[in-house]
């Protein structure tokens, strides 16, 4: 059998397996069973977003080539405090999906920095452009994943939002795959990922609605609309692919790092997470108004 295939597959059910451990009960449950009290369940979770911003941030400093400027060395900063203010949010329960604009005009910063990747990327080579868009892709897609699961301050209860929705995304770029590779012929993007197309995506959409329909009927105490959440998953989480693939085409790179042997780095895995997350942040705050 192919080594690196053997390689993929152990660090592919690892990556599962960390996910599915620090984003419900069973890691909590796990680690309780080994050490009564040792840990509570939003403590692992927080853990792990903690740690792929850190990477994250690290790999896009690394992608973007910055120079000898002192913007490098205030990214990282940056970064921290924007996470920071949101990890205040989380641990004193205060993310209430209410309208506030400071995270309308937060969202709407993310699709700038989309939009100027694709049409305005020499902006991209300046340093001052680096920073922005270092901080805008990286801190604010984690930090609003601070705000996607629902616990409790008195038990271990921790609702499964975020691992249904790295669920919906697996399953969304997996369907987008099998059908475009069976019936594609019409390309998305062929000069940034020539493997993707329409029919392919059509049929992602289609098959991710089919098992958000499941979801939504088999897991009621999720916040929101999930046959809703679904399709915005299947619908932006191709646009992530397609962000982090233009990225690397800009600067010349093939992977975002190796942190996952065979399978590149965590921007190379969490693309399309990175921008579901604050698409489906942006539905539930609209959700309460509807």
């Keep these: 059998m192919d080594k690196n295939l053997i390689q993929r597959t152990i660090s592919g059910i690892v990556y599962i397996a960390v996910i599915i451990l620090c984003t419900t009960p069973l890691g909590a449950q796990l680690l309780d069973s080994i050490s009564p009290g040792l840990v509570k369940q939003q403590y692992l979770y927080y853990g792990l977003i903690t740690f792929l911003l850190l990477v994250g941030t690290w790999e896009c400093i690394k992608i973007m080539k910055f120079g000898d400027g002192y913007e490098k060395w205030i990214v990282l900063p940056i970064v921290l405090l924007i996470f920071y203010l949101f990890s205040k949010r989380f641990f004193y329960h205060d993310f209430y999906y209410d309208f506030r604009l400071s995270e309308i005009l937060a969202i709407a910063l993310i699709v700038i920095a989309v939009v100027t990747l694709f049409k ?43 691992i249904f929705l790295f669920i919906l995304i697996w399953s969304s770029d997996t369907f987008a795959y099998l059908v475009g590779k069976s019936i594609g012929k019409h390309k998305m993007a062929p000069k940034i990922s020539p493997k993707k197309t329409w029919e392919g995506y059509a049929g992602g ?9 499941f979801v939504e009927m ?15 998953i299947a619908a932006f989480a191709p646009l992530g692919d397609l962000v982090e693939s233009q990225l690397k085409r800009t600067f010349g790179v093939k992977d975002s790092g190796n942190i996952i042997p065979g399978h590149g780095g965590v921007l190379d895995r969490l693309d399309s997470f990175l921008i579901c997350v604050p ?3 942006l539905y539930f705050i609209l959700e309460k108004f509807i």
């Design 120 to 162: 305005f990327t020499s902006e991209l080579y300046f340093d001052s452009g680096k920073l922005i868009f270092t901080v805008i892709y990286v801190a604010l897609p984690f930090s609003f994943a601070l705000g996607l699961p629902k616990y409790s301050s008195y038990d271990s209860n921790f609702s499964l939002e975020v």
């Design 205 to 213: 959409v289609v098959l991710t609605l089919v098992l958000s329909y």
């Design 218 to 232: 088999y897991q009621p105490q999720l916040r929101g609309n999930w046959m809703i959440v679904g399709f915005l």
């Design 279 to 281: 698409v489906v942040y």
